[in-house]
């Protein structure tokens, strides 16, 4: 999800719920400790060079049970990010704190934020030295026509 997706998605929401990929819900009470900008150059295992730009939310917990974050309360924080931090349109990445730091991505169910898990990936599968994984087939599937058969005596 964007940042201008999840812009929308506040102003027309009247409370707001983050849902963890197991299906539990962030605790109502959450806080949004960080709004940012980050920024990751690196080389791939290929040798090419490559930028990502993501908007960063951190949810936080404490023990302030009577804490209730507003859509319209986190959208201000979010415009504000924008502005001080030069925050575009970018993807958002959520982190979350398990047994440590997660990070997920951003969805929406029509009712809920949804926190989306993150794998690794190679980004050079033609350099990387890794076989394309090879296709399985029945052997027996490939028999046609008049062809000998186990035990059939043709050969």
Not at 14 to 30: R, T, Y
Not at 34 to 53: A, H, M, P, S, T
Not at 70 to 95: A, T, W
Request: charged residues 25%; glycine residues 10%; aromatic residues 6%.
């Amino acid at each position: 999800m964007t940042i201008n997706e999840f812009k929308k998605l506040l102003a027309d929401s009247k409370e707001i719920a983050f849902k963890l990929p197991n299906g539990d819900l962030v605790p109502s009470h959450f806080h949004v400790t960080e709004v940012g900008r980050v920024q990751k150059d690196f080389i791939d295992c290929g040798g090419v060079v490559r930028n990502e730009l993501v908007a960063n939310l951190q949810l936080w917990n404490a023990d302030d049970y009577d804490h209730r974050l507003h859509p319209e309360k986190l959208l201000s924080i979010v415009e504000m990010s924008q502005e001080k931090l030069g925050i575009g349109n970018f993807e958002i990445e959520v982190e979350y704190q398990g047994e440590t730091i997660n990070k997920f991505g951003l969805e929406h169910d029509g009712t809920q934020f949804v926190l989306s898990t993150k794998m690794t990936d190679c980004l050079a599968m033609d350099n990387c030295g890794i076989p394309a994984e090879k296709m399985k087939v029945n052997l027996g599937d490939l028999v046609q026509g008049n062809a000998c058969t186990p035990g059939g005596g043709c050969c």
